[in-house]
Nanobody, 127 residues
Framework: QVQLVESGGGLVQAGGSLRLSCAAS????????LGWFRQAPGKEREYVAA?????????YGNSSLTGRVTISRDKARMTVYLQMASLKPSDTAVYYC???????????????????WGRGTQVTVSS
């Protein structure tokens, strides 16, 4: 049973940085892509970035975070990271980790591409 557990969220001042972690378990993830989405109150879930677990190929969305965010993974720790910099109050959201088996890279921006989701971690950026 695949489980994804996010951590690293919190309150940060505008201009600050955060690194989110997603601990993955329950599979080898050989054929998976792991991604990050975010959802602000009253808004749809928004794609941020994804990474092929085996290939290490990274994919970034068109969110306002693009250019300020880096996705990476540590295979030994079975963890995917989302490093965010120059945070703005508009980045305030719940950030979710998601996993997709046998993915198509051209669909990684779509919520329904992912079969497994974590519960999310809150990121709040104060002005």
């Amino acid at each position: 049973q695949v489980q994804l557990v996010e951590s690293g969220g919190g309150l940060v001042q505008a201009g600050g940085s955060l690194r989110l972690s997603c601990a993955a378990s329950g599979d080898t993830f050989t054929h998976y892509a792991l991604g990050w989405f975010r959802q602000a109150p009253g808004k749809e879930r928004e794609y941020v970035a994804a990474m092929g677990w085996s290939s290490g190929v990274t994919y970034y969305g068109n969110s306002s975070l693009t250019g300020r965010v880096t996705i990476s993974r540590d295979k030994a720790r079975m963890t995917v990271y989302l490093q965010m910099a120059s945070l703005k109050p508009s980045d305030t959201a719940v950030y979710y980790c998601a996993a997709s088996a046998f993915y198509f890279d051209y669909r990684l921006h779509q919520v329904d591409q992912y079969e497994h989701w974590g519960r999310g971690t809150q990121v709040t950026v104060s002005s």
